[in-house]
C-alpha cells in the first residue's frame, strides 16, 4: 500500500495515516511523498525525472521525499516501489 499527502513526508497528517494502517494485518505500508508542503498544487506534475531520497515522517517512519508535486511523488513510487493494490492519500 502507498501512503502519501500533498502537505509534505513530515507533515504530521501522514503520520496519522501511517499509525491507523499499520494496523491491518498482512499490509506493508510504503510511505513517498513531496519532500515539502506542495498544498494546491494537485494538478500540476514536473516534465522529466525528479530527484528523492531517503527521509523520514515526523515520528520517524521511513519514506521517501520527491522534490515535486504530490503527482510526482505518486509516479515516482509507481515507478520505483510499485506496482501496489491501494494508493491513500491525505494531509
Same mark, same amino acid.
Given at each position: 500500500?502507498?501512503?502519501? #499527502?500533498?502537505?509534505?513526508?513530515?507533515?504530521? %497528517? @501522514?503520520?496519522? =495515516? *501511517?499509525?491507523? =494502517? &499499520? %494496523? =491491518?494485518?498482512? *499490509?506493508? @505500508?510504503?510511505?513517498? +511523498?513531496?519532500?515539502? #508542503?506542495?498544498? %494546491?498544487?494537485?494538478? #500540476?506534475?514536473?516534465?522529466?525525472?525528479? +530527484? +528523492? %531520497?531517503?527521509?523520514?515522517?515526523?515520528?520517524?517512519?521511513? +519514506?521517501?521525499?520527491?522534490?515535486?508535486?504530490?503527482?510526482?511523488? *505518486?509516479?515516482?513510487?509507481?515507478?520505483?516501489?510499485?506496482?501496489?493494490? =491501494? *494508493?491513500? &492519500?491525505? &494531509?
Amino acid at each position: 500500500m502507498l501512503v502519501t #499527502n500533498d502537505d509534505g513526508v513530515d507533515a504530521p %497528517g @501522514i503520520d496519522a =495515516l *501511517v499509525t491507523g =494502517l &499499520s %494496523g =491491518l494485518d498482512g *499490509v506493508e @505500508i510504503v510511505v513517498v +511523498a513531496p519532500a515539502e #508542503n506542495q498544498s %494546491g498544487t494537485a494538478m #500540476n506534475l514536473t516534465d522529466g525525472d525528479v +530527484a +528523492a %531520497g531517503s527521509a523520514t515522517t515526523a515520528s520517524g517512519v521511513a +519514506a521517501t521525499a520527491v522534490d515535486g508535486f504530490p503527482a510526482d511523488a *505518486v509516479r515516482w513510487a509507481l515507478a520505483n516501489d510499485g506496482p501496489f493494490d =491501494l *494508493v491513500v &492519500s491525505g &494531509s
